[in-house]
């Protein structure tokens, strides 16, 4: 054992008992430190929670609060898992966050790799590529339908000016074919920035010397592309995919701005159709169990791929 | 680094690379400057074909955010004095007269009590409870953290509706305390979960010298641990803030007049016969605008966060 001058100090100092007299104990400020952060943490997220699985159980409707309520058992949750409406809204968000994904992770991996470059000036513009995420979903949103206006929208316009379609020939958020893709151009734009910066933060970890060596070894570009950098950013893209999954997964403000689930329920995606089961058909207790059923899913999609990444990343 | 240096890409290759990344950078700021410029566009000129790129800036988008307005009988409007201000010739020269000012200041207000303020009580609790789960044995420690974590997979509108009933209940639904509380409690997770890698990071040398040297714990926390963190403490401080900024579905859900902020008021401005583009577009700049000049100054601590919890885990 090594007897450094802190330890011959502390030693000489009174025992933690004289330290105590003087002010709380070790335990006591841990806690008096943690728990009004657990109390909040209760009160906003936990307890809420085991409500929620409660009221699933029961035929409560929030917009009559004197009813009496009833204890339905599983039939709620047998009503959603038997509904077809239910799995249009599965699809519509399967859509959703298989294109926004795939958009994001080669747009936002191929931006990284440019900016790896180097070259001057990279600091600021990836900064000017990072705005739109930091902004607000639900303001940006609703500007984005001006921008798909037909006729004088700007995102027409544009169409038109390089493609030759007249602008006022397609509506994006009007057509059953088109809304879908109107949402994910607009998620895209938004969120690849997030890809991007993790991705930046993969391949900046990746030492030099590596590469170094693989000169000395006379290994090409391309092979050092998928032998070397590939595989030592995939645990930071997979990283990247399970945020946005998770978070596209209860997408609410960017759509609901953009589209409202319309037209018909081609982009109506599963937050969207509880807030609607939740607050305009107020039908708390079904939606409640909905909630359950996608909080389940996500909680075990999400388990599934985390340890997917674990072994990812043990290679 | 050497001019030999094999792992520096060439000039060639750098240069092709900045050119797309400047191509990207233009398309993808485009909607954001179209937002600004709408802002300062009249009513006919924000919707016209093509598109307006050049044209006469007026403040008539701005006016509008600001004020209610009717339209005025000819009788009135001849009976009116001959306009004060700017605001005043704006709206006569098209035959309105103000009513009353409108509610977006209110609203923009709210946004910004409600994101101080939260913000304020997450990094006060979230420091303190990141000290305690850095520095002492907290049983349950990893389970919590890990708990912390997942309760951000729930969908805002799963946890809105007990939400609501709870705040009925409380009498807190659309008031300030309320949503103040609730977003601290959305954020705190984040919070504690940044906060204690920052802390983690800082050398528990130093409070053990401190304590030697006669401090008290909680003096060694104030006066060695907290200025240690600042840096730390501030860019998640900032991480709140745009959160509670941004946050719509809450707000959206669970305040109507008194407590609503900015993010579900501005899609709601309608002009007459339709959306008054130029209004909404001023009320998004204003709203928006000081979230970008954050952005562009803080980079540095910012583009490190977003990576934080990446690199770190």
């Known amino acids: 054992m090594a007897d450094t001058p802190i330890d011959r100090l502390a030693r000489a100092t009174p025992s933690s008992l004289a330290r105590r007299v003087r002010g709380l104990s070790d335990r006591a400020i841990a806690w008096v430190f943690v728990t009004p952060t657990i109390l909040l943490l209760l009160a906003i997220n936990i307890f809420p929670l085991i409500w929620t699985v409660r009221l699933s159980f029961t035929n409560f409707a929030a917009n009559k609060p004197n009813a009496e309520v009833k204890w339905v058992g599983l039939r709620n949750y047998t009503r959603i898992l038997t509904d077809p409406d239910i799995w249009q809204t599965m699809q519509a968000t399967a859509h959703f966050l298989f294109w926004t994904l795939l958009f994001q992770v080669v747009i936002g991996f191929s931006l990284a790799w440019l900016i790896n470059r180097k070259f001057r000036g990279n600091d600021l513009l990836t900064t000017l590529i990072v705005l739109p995420m930091m902004l607000s979903p639900a303001v940006v949103g609703n500007f984005w339908t001006f921008l798909y206006e037909p006729q004088i929208g700007l995102f027409n316009y544009a169409v038109e000016f390089f493609t030759g379609i007249p602008a006022s020939s397609f509506s994006m958020l009007g057509s059953v074919t088109l809304a879908p893709w109107s949402i994910v151009i607009a998620d895209t734009w938004m969120w690849t920035p997030f890809v991007m910066l993790i991705c930046l933060a993969g391949l900046r970890s990746i030492p030099d010397y590596i590469y170094e060596a693989a000169e000395v070894d006379r290994a090409s570009k391309w092979r050092q592309f998928w032998t070397m950098t590939v595989p030592m950013v995939l645990p930071f893209l997979m990283l990247a995919v399970l945020f946005r999954g998770i978070e596209n997964f209860k997408m609410f403000d960017l759509v609901v701005q953009l589209t409202g689930g319309g037209p018909g329920s081609t982009t109506l995606l599963t937050s969207i159709e509880l807030k609607r089961e939740a607050f305009e058909k107020w039908r708390t207790g079904y939606s409640s169990a909905y909630a359950i059923i996608l909080f389940v899913t996500v909680f075990g999609l999400a388990s599934i791929y985390v340890k997917a990444l674990n072994k990812v990343k043990e290679r | ?313």
């Open chain 2, 1 to 313: 680094m050497s001019a030999w240096s094999v792992t520096e890409p060439s000039a060639r290759s750098k240069g092709i690379a900045a050119v797309l990344v400047i191509l990207y950078t233009v398309i993808t700021l485009l909607p954001l400057v179209w937002i600004i410029a709408t802002g300062f566009k009249t009513g006919p000129d924000s919707i016209s074909y093509p598109p307006k790129v050049i044209f006469q800036p007026s403040l008539e988008g701005y006016v509008n955010l600001f004020t209610d307005r009717t339209r005025a009988t000819p009788e009135q409007l001849a009976a009116m004095p001959p306009p004060e201000n700017f605001v005043d010739e704006i709206v006569q020269r098209r035959g309105e007269v103000i009513t009353q000012p409108s509610k977006f200041g209110a609203r923009f207000l709210n946004s910004v009590i409600i994101g101080f303020g939260s913000t304020f009580l997450s990094i006060f609790l979230g420091t303190l409870a990141a000290y305690a789960f850095s520095r002492f044995r907290v049983p349950l420690k990893d389970d919590l953290l890990f708990f912390i974590l997942s309760t951000r997979m729930m969908p805002p509108i799963a946890v809105a509706i007990p939400i609501f009933l709870m705040f009925r209940q409380l009498g807190l639904s659309d008031t300030h305390l309320g949503m103040i509380l609730l977003y601290t409690g959305v954020n705190i997770s984040l919070a504690v979960w940044l906060l204690k890698g920052f802390i983690d990071e800082i050398p528990r040398e130093y409070e053990e010298a401190a304590l030697i040297d006669g401090y008290t714990r909680l003096q060694a926390f104030r006066k060695v641990v907290l200025p240690q963190a600042a840096t730390g403490i501030a860019s998640t401080a900032i991480f709140c803030l745009i959160f509670a900024w941004n946050e719509y579905a809450f707000a959206f859900l669970l305040t109507s007049g008194t407590a609503q902020t900015a993010p579900p008021f501005i899609p709601t401005i309608f002009g007459v016969g339709g959306k008054d583009w130029p209004a909404v577009a001023a009320g998004a700049t204003l709203f928006l605008l000081p979230v970008m000049i954050f952005t562009i100054l803080l980079r540095k601590h910012l583009l490190r966060g977003i990576t934080f919890g990446a690199v770190r885990k």
